[in-house]
């Protein structure tokens, strides 16, 4: 996951490499989902050069062994779930474009 506490391995997770990704294909999976949190990797809405590298690095994995990826926002240090709120749409809509 890299979405967790801003970082690779809370949650007691491993940090991502070919061989565990290559292990999920070999597990039959077609498909991966890689939650990832862009908050607490951005200044200013602008994403760190690299966390985006890392990310990639990540998908490359992925694409490697042929699998299908999914990106998900997910958690992405709780600012969204503090702001679901029709006044606060553009705000959000905003920020989520300049990721």
Not at 47 to 73: E, G, H, P, Q
Not at 82 to 90: D, G, H, P, R, Y
């Amino acid at each position: 996951t890299l979405e967790a506490i801003c970082g690779e391995t809370a949650w007691g997770n491993p940090v991502a490499t070919q061989s565990l990704i290559n292990s999920v294909k070999a597990a039959g999976f077609n498909t991966i989902r890689i939650p990832v949190s862009w908050d607490c990797h951005s200044t200013s809405n602008v994403i760190d050069a690299a966390w985006l590298a890392r990310v990639k690095t990540v998908v490359d994995y992925c694409m490697t062994a042929d699998l299908y990826v999914i990106i998900n926002i997910h958690w992405d240090n709780g600012w969204l779930e503090n702001n679901v709120t029709a006044s606060a749409q553009a705000s959000v809509n905003a920020k989520q474009q300049a990721y």
